[in-house]
């Protein structure tokens, strides 16, 4: 038996999902407008604290001398630092915004996933970073000190210098996000776990190529070190998702 309050909530709840197009424009314009301005106040804070950042950055190489070869140059690597790290510590927000945004939208079942791919990948990208910055950066940079050593005195371009590093920085964080991918494919029911262990020649050569368009830098340590992280998570992608389809 139907009650009139039943039949409200279903009307009301029509109502929720049945949005005018110009509502979700407008809602979208105003999350979109807050993390620009999260971004920016981000961005300004790290202007403030450049020096502190442009000292971690040089952390990972010893014994060269920065050089700036216009007067404007370090002005400009500066401000391009310090909308990157706004940009980095502004992405949570901005995935926050874009859930919140999806959330009415998806069924209990898509949620339970969406939201810990998402997550994932936040925290994949994260480790991406901190594995450039530990590993593939000092290995890159020794190895082009040693090439040089006792022949020519290591002065560099700080602003070569800081594009170089940012390649490797969003390269490796995009690389580790190989997981997330298998992971779609496999519960999109494009490609199964099984497929994606049966192709692994495929997928050290593969990863080669890859470790190689991605870097930089020309020596083949930094290559291989990237090599093999793509292809430990390739393979940690399939362990994950044969968990979740058993």
Known sequence: MVTNSDFN?????????????????????????????????LTCIAFIEVKLLVKILELP????????LSPGEYFVSTVKISFYTGLLFGSPFAIGQIILFLLPGLTKKETKVILPLLLSSLCLFGLGLLFSYYALIPAALNFFLNYSDEVIEPLWSFDQYFEFILVLFYSTGLAFQIPII???????????A???????????????????????????????????????LYFSGVGILFLIKN
């Open 182 to 192: 298998q992971i779609l494919l496999g519960l999109l029911n494009f490609v199964s």
């Open 9 to 41: 909530f279903t009307n009301n709840e029509a109502v929720i999902l049945e949005l005018p197009f110009s509502e979700h424009i407008e809602e979208l314009r105003q999350r979109l407008f807050h993390i620009f301005w999260i971004i920016l106040f």
């Open 61 to 68: 190489v010893d014994n060269v001398k920065f050089f700036q």
């Open 194 to 232: 099984q497929q994606m262990l049966g192709a692994w020649r495929y997928i050290i050569l593969l990863s080669t190529i890859i470790g190689a368009v991605l870097t930089p830098s020309t020596d083949p340590l930094t290559q291989l070190l990237l090599s093999f992280a793509i292809l430990l």
